[in-house]
C-alpha cells in the first residue's frame, strides 16, 4: 500500500522505480462490466492454430512473470480468483489465498477499491453463487515477486476480477444446488474470455478458480473451461493459455484434475 501510495520504490540495485503514472494508468483504465454486457463477443480476427495450452504449478503471479520476462509475451491477462465482497480479498488483513497474494504484489487494490457497484451488487444479491459482474484492469503493475522481494522492473499484467460461485455454501443451504453452480461458472467463465479478447489479449493465465475455500470441483472447472476454449465462438480468439495450478495438497487433486483434462492439448 504504501509503495502505491507513494508511486515509487527502492529496487535491490538502489535504483529508484517511479510507478505513479503507470498506477493512475491502471485504475483509470478499470473497467466494470454487468452481466451479460459480453454474451455477444466474438474476435474480429481469428488465429489460424488453436491455443498452446500449459498446465503448470506456478501461482498466477509467477507465471505471468515468466510469460514476460522470459517468454517476451506481451500483454498477458491473468484471471484474479475474486472475492466478491471486498478489494483484495482479505488482504490488509493478512489473509493468503490467490487474490490476496496478487494484491500485495501490485496496485490491484487501488484499482479495485473504486468499483464499488461490483461489490454492491454481490453484498445485495444473497445467493453464495454470486453475481456475473466483472471487474477489467489494464496493465497493473507489479513491483514484486512471489516471496514478495522488490523487483527491479516493475512488469505488467492485465487483470480480470471475476467470483466463483462459493458453491461449499450453497451446498449447504440447497442440496439440489449442482446445476445452479456449473451454468454459474459457465456463464462467468465465459465472460472472463471475452472480457480478455475485447481488450486484445492473447496470452492468458487461468487457473483453480474457486477450488479452494469456495470448494468448486476441480474438474468440473476445467471441464468449464477447456469446454469453452474448444467451443467455436473463441476458436482463434487466443495464441496461449496457461493454467496455473499452485496446489499444496498432499496428492494434488487440482493440479491433477487440470493435468487430467488438458492431457494432449
Known amino acids: 500500500m504504501q509503495i502505491v501510495s507513494r508511486g515509487e520504490y527502492t529496487a535491490p540495485s538502489g535504483?529508484?522505480?517511479?510507478?505513479?503514472?503507470?498506477v493512475l494508468t491502471a485504475v483509470k483504465g478499470t473497467a466494470l462490466y454487468r452481466p451479460g454486457s459480453l454474451d455477444t463477443w466474438e474476435p474480429k480476427e481469428r488465429l489460424e492454430r488453436p491455443a498452446s495450452i500449459e498446465v503448470t504449478g506456478e501461482t498466477t503471479g509467477a507465471a505471468g512473470r515468466r510469460l514476460v520476462e522470459q517468454e517476451g509475451e506481451a500483454r498477458v491477462a491473468a484471471l484474479n480468483f475474486a472475492s466478491a465482497k471486498n478489494p483484495g480479498g482479505g488482504f490488509l488483513r493478512g489473509a493468503k489465498a490467490q487474490e490476496e497474494d496478487l494484491a500485495r504484489?501490485?496496485?490491484?487494490?487501488?484499482?479495485?477499491?473504486e468499483q464499488r457497484e461490483y461489490y454492491d451488487q454481490n453484498r445485495a444479491s444473497g445467493s453464495f453463487l454470486?453475481?456475473?459482474?466483472?471487474?477489467?484492469?489494464?496493465?497493473?503493475?507489479?513491483?514484486?515477486d512471489e516471496q514478495h522481494n522488490l523487483l527491479e522492473r516493475p512488469i505488467a499484467l492485465s487483470i480480470i476480477t471475476a467470483p466463483a460461485p462459493n458453491?461449499?455454501?450453497a451446498r449447504e443451504r440447497d442440496e439440489g444446488v449442482e446445476q445452479d453452480i456449473r451454468a454459474a461458472l459457465e456463464r462467468r467463465a465465459a465472460m472472463v474470455l471475452a472480457?480478455?479478447?475485447?481488450h486484445g489479449h492473447r496470452c492468458l493465465v487461468l487457473g483453480a478458480w474457486g477450488c479452494g475455500v469456495f470448494r468448486n470441483d476441480p474438474g468440473e472447472v476445467a471441464d468449464v473451461f477447456a469446454r469453452?476454449?474448444?467451443?467455436?465462438?473463441?476458436?482463434?480468439a487466443f495464441s496461449r493459455v496457461v493454467f496455473a495450478v499452485y496446489d499444496r495438497g498432499a496428492d494434488q487433486p487440482n493440479y491433477r484434475a487440470f493435468r487430467d483434462r488438458f492431457a494432449g492439448a
Open 167 to 169: 458453491a461449499g455454501e
Open 195 to 198: 472480457a480478455a479478447g475485447a
Open 15 to 22: 535504483a529508484t522505480v517511479r510507478i505513479r503514472d503507470r
Open 130 to 144: 454470486y453475481t456475473d459482474h466483472l471487474i477489467y484492469s489494464p496493465d497493473v503493475p507489479f513491483f514484486r
Open 105 to 113: 504484489c501490485s496496485a490491484l487494490y487501488a484499482c479495485l477499491v
Open 228 to 236: 469453452w476454449l474448444e467451443h467455436p465462438r473463441f476458436r482463434g
